[in-house]
């Protein structure tokens, strides 16, 4: 049997754009020969559609959507996934199901056991659970059809389930295990996946077909990298990262002949990199945006940002605006101007230093002499998010964040002024792995001036100011935040690490007490495996603190 693995990349809600692309991909399968071709999860309607999955209209569409797709598999079966009303009194609305249709109409359906609710998923707000185990029959096979999560729990050793869909449907005796998948990415997904997929390949001795979903939806990404694994564990197909692709293979899924190795891995700066540069790509193109604006400072933050976004949306659509201060200093100008050169992108000087007098002539009565402080920093901020502001609504320009995560943790930013902006691009970046990104930039030629790389980091808000002055060195930051976000360790923990008990006490509290500041920032960019945003879900007068 020829099987297609459709790796695509949907818009949630735009049913038109996901039947028609679903429609292309088989009929381009079936001129190929394929039998049966499966798509991701949720597909239909685009995964994560949230509480669009609310509204009965909704999902009609889908229904119809699916009556759509049924016309053209006459000759090919196809596997979708799609939303589906759960008829009981009882229980959640709706099931996330897998529609196995064939010869014009649904043959059979399966609903995803396995419910995640934890991080950035939801799903248990939405879908009731299944309560039934068996296999597809298709053309004397039987095809254990799983959804995603119903893969992760391998022989019930996920403490947070009760179930292993897989235990129960393998008593069928499977030919093939086929997973329909939205696994979202972060810089170490695929290696999890791999585990996860030879875990049960080893367990129940039958291959899978694993086919995830590629393109982003607003903060999450997801990164493709469908999988094919043999009963022998080995993987005699990957499909590429970051792309759609359909790729047809054979079933039994047979040995491999010779030692080859099939896996592509990137490090962990690369897949960021190109993750960013998808998230956005995608952002724009289906939010019906093309041109995006941003403060270009000199520092190296606004720097990777540039290059993503001219990467992404193509040169001719960036727009950079040079705003110094009376604080900037002529290398920044200078090392900003060099950047847009060698990128060949549009900018413009815009000086603020008059703007910044006029409020503060207009502030000075009622500052009264008081010492310039942060109030007069953040001043400054301001006036260059109203300017960015202004270019944004005057020609159409969508303004991108340029804080990294390690200055959003801590809150070293300004609310309207540098948080503005209508997405954050590397707010999921710590500072030191921005440096990692500017070098991978630079692979190849300079592309960011080196002194845009070497130079003390600095907001330039006042007179020779530096990071530094207000913030653990990076180097050390990073580390305690990463533990601390990501790997959710507390401050006894931290200190027991071998960190000293002053730094934890003042990197949880700024982490603590901004929380208020984050509420407010714009979407970011999901690329490790605790991101800011709908994945971290926090009090925001909370104190817990040593």
């Not at 949720?42 to 229904?63: A, H, N, V």
């Amino acid at each position: 049997m020829k099987i297609a693995l459709a790796q695509l990349n949907y818009h949630v809600g735009n049913f038109s754009s996901n039947t028609a692309k679903i429609i292309r991909a088989i009929q381009q399968a079936e001129s190929q020969g394929a039998e049966l071709v499966v798509f991701s999860e949720l597909c239909i309607c685009g995964y994560p559609s949230r509480d669009f999955l609310e509204f009965d209209d909704y999902i009609k569409q889908c229904q119809l959507a699916i009556d759509a797709i049924a016309k053209h598999t006459q000759k090919t079966a196809v596997l979708v996934g799609c939303p589906r009303v759960n008829t009981s009194e009882q229980g959640k609305p709706l099931y996330n199901s897998a529609y196995f249709i064939y010869e014009g109409g649904v043959k059979h359906i399966t609903n995803k056991t396995l419910l995640p609710t934890y991080d950035i998923f939801d799903e248990y707000r939405y879908f009731e659970p299944n309560k039934k185990f068996e296999p597809v029959l298709f053309k004397g096979k039987k095809l254990a059809v799983t959804i995603c999560e119903d893969i992760w729990n391998v022989g019930n050793d996920n403490p947070i389930y009760t179930v292993c869909p897989m235990d129960e449907v393998v008593k069928h005796a499977p030919d093939v295990i086929i997973n329909l998948s939205a696994s979202p990415f972060n810089y170490g997904q695929h290696q999890e996946r791999l585990k996860v997929i030879s875990a049960n390949v080893a367990r129940y001795r039958v291959p899978m077909i694993y086919v995830n979903q590629v393109g982003a939806q607003t903060e999450l990404i997801f990164d493709g990298g469908s999988i094919v694994m043999n009963a022998q564990g080995e993987v005699t197909e990957q499909l590429p990262f970051f792309a759609e692709t359909i790729k047809i293979v054979e079933l039994p899924i047979q040995p491999k002949a010779k030692a080859q190795n099939l896996l592509t891995e990137t490090t962990k700066i690369e897949k960021i990199h190109d993750a960013l540069v998808l998230g956005i790509r995608d952002y724009f193109s289906k939010l019906g945006f093309k041109k995006a604006i941003l403060g270009l400072s000199g520092g190296i933050d606004s720097a990777v940002v540039l290059c993503l976004a001219a990467e992404a949306l193509g040169k001719e659509n960036v727009m950079s605006l040079l705003l110094p201060s009376g604080f900037s200093t002529e290398h920044s100008l200078a090392d900003a101007k060099k950047l847009a050169d060698n990128l060949d992108t549009k900018y413009e000087v815009v000086p603020i230093e008059n703007d910044f007098q006029v409020l503060l002539k207009t502030l000075s009565p009622f500052f009264n002499n008081l010492p310039f402080n942060v109030a007069e920093e953040n001043l400054q901020a301001r006036v260059r998010g109203v300017l960015l502001m202004a270019f944004s609504n005057k020609f159409g320009y969508i303004l991108l964040n340029t804080t990294n995560k390690s200055e959003a943790a801590v809150g070293y930013g300004t609310l309207y002024g540098d948080m503005c902006g209508g997405l954050s691009v590397i707010g999921d970046v710590y500072k030191t792995e921005i440096y990692e990104l500017a070098r991978y930039i630079n692979r190849n030629s300079e592309i960011i001036p080196e002194n845009i790389i070497t130079k003390a980091p600095s907001a330039e808000l006042r007179p020779d100011q530096k990071d530094s002055d207000s913030l653990p060195e990076y180097e050390i930051l990073d580390k305690v935040l990463y533990q601390y976000i990501e790997k959710r360790q507390g401050p006894e923990e931290l200190i027991a690490m071998g960190f000293d008990q002053e730094l934890v006490e003042r990197v949880l509290k700024m982490v603590n007490s901004n929380e208020w500041k984050r509420f407010q920032a714009p979407p970011i960019l999901r690329v490790s495996p605790k991101a800011f945003g709908m994945g971290r879900r926090m009090p925001i007068e909370g104190k817990y603190r040593i």
